[in-house]
């Protein structure tokens, strides 16, 4: 499987000023995508916020798409780390929206007065919901929003009342993924920009992982026996029973490929989530066996 890599230029000066605001930040709010809460995680994230000792608010966002008790188990997993909260959230819900200050408070009791403002940084990968939960937590639109990764291109600072300040920042990838298969889930998942990926080869591997873990729900959605398919016959299945094809009267597998990740990527197979602890603690494990990995995600700050 080759490795999918993604690291737009601006992403690096991104990541420098991230360095700087961690400083005056006194909760880090960390967005990663329910259905894949590892993946979407950006290691930098977690060296920088440890570098300067912030508690950390991660928000496991788009729970409402996601398999409710995988969901419940990386929350369990993660609660159980120091310094970490952990809560399924949709920003769309602005229940879910109204619980977050009261976290960040908790996560830094000392802090959250006109003298001594809670000062709060929201982080993650591009696409995973930041700005729409900046534009919720402001109650109007502050920020853009839009359907392809890396929307934000700079950071802003603004105060959600005297007592709270949040600080929004672009969408930060790392400069190397080190697992293919997380390269593939994130792309799956719109997390990576087009231009860095194929299409078809995406929604084989989601298809794969897809066939493996949730039959049922493909075979409700599309309304056919998957039974002995692979990734790749899924995709053709898809076009033909939608008739899909080019001139010439061969199948669009591209057609039905898009097909594939846009039904994932809304929702509309089901509630589907890609990893789970365990299966991302076996992935490790085997990947450390095969070649250690090399960690190249030191933070940035100005003290030597």
Known sequence: MASIQWFPGHMNSARKKAAENMEFTDVVIEVVDARLPAASSNPMIEELRRFRQRNCLKLL????????RVTQAWISHYNGMPGVKAAAVSFKKASDVAKIVGWCRGLAPTRGTPDKQLRM???????????????????????????????????????????????????????????????????????IGTNAVIDDEVAAFLGNLLLEHYPGLLAQRYGFDVAGLDGVSLIERIATRRAWRVRGGELDLGKAALALLKDYRTGVIGNISLETPERRAQMIAAAAVAEPVQDDTSPETDEA
């Open 121 to 191: 940084m929201i982080m993650g990968i591009p696409n995973c919901g930041k700005s729409t939960l900046m534009n919720a937590l402001m109650k109007r639109k502050v920020a853009a929003v839009g359907d392809i990764p890396a929307v934000t291109k700079t950071a802003q600072r603004l105060e959600i009342d005297r007592s709270t300040v949040i600080i929004d920042t672009p969408g930060l990838m790392w400069p190397k993924i080190a697992y293919p298969s997380d390269g593939y889930m994130l792309a799956a998942s719109h997390a």
């Open 61 to 68: 966002n788009k729970a409402d798409i996601a398999d409710p």
